[in-house]
Nanobody
Framework: VQLVESGGGLVQPGGSLRLSCAASGLNFPIYTMGWYRQAPGNLRELVAT???????NYLDSVKGRFTISRDNAKSTSYLQMNSLKPEDTAVYYC?????????WGQGTQVTVSS
């Protein structure tokens, strides 16, 4: 199983980024896909999830700014991030979960700074 994130980078406050997570080696449509992040000195936290049925869940601080989605035909999940703030700076990790299976990507850095 491989989860490969892309789309991270440096963006100014108020800007946007779209993260992608390309999955392989698993039956993608039946997995809950998630995005987590970890800033230096902090624990990894859940940002957003989307179930196989399309139900979504978000961290309170990103509601209304971030949107998680999935394309089962492409085995890819996305995290559209708008109105980015400096406190969104972190390494963002893709996750695929179907208990007891739980897989992680290698992470992509997002830095929000002027």
């Amino acid at each position: 199983v491989q989860l490969v994130e892309s789309g991270g980078g440096l963006v100014q406050p108020g800007g946007s980024l779209r993260l992608s997570c390309a999955a392989s080696g698993l039956n993608f449509p039946i997995y809950t896909m998630g995005w987590y992040r970890q800033a230096p000195g902090n624990l990894r936290e859940l940002v957003a999830t989307i179930t196989s049925g399309g139900y979504t869940n978000y961290l309170d601080s990103v509601k209304g700014r971030f949107t998680i989605s999935r394309d089962n035909a492409k085995s890819t999940s996305y995290l559209q991030m708008n109105s980015l703030k400096p406190e969104d700076t972190a390494v963002y990790y893709c996750n695929a979960k179907m208990t007891p299976r739980n897989y992680w990507g290698q992470g992509t850095q997002v830095t929000v700074s002027s």
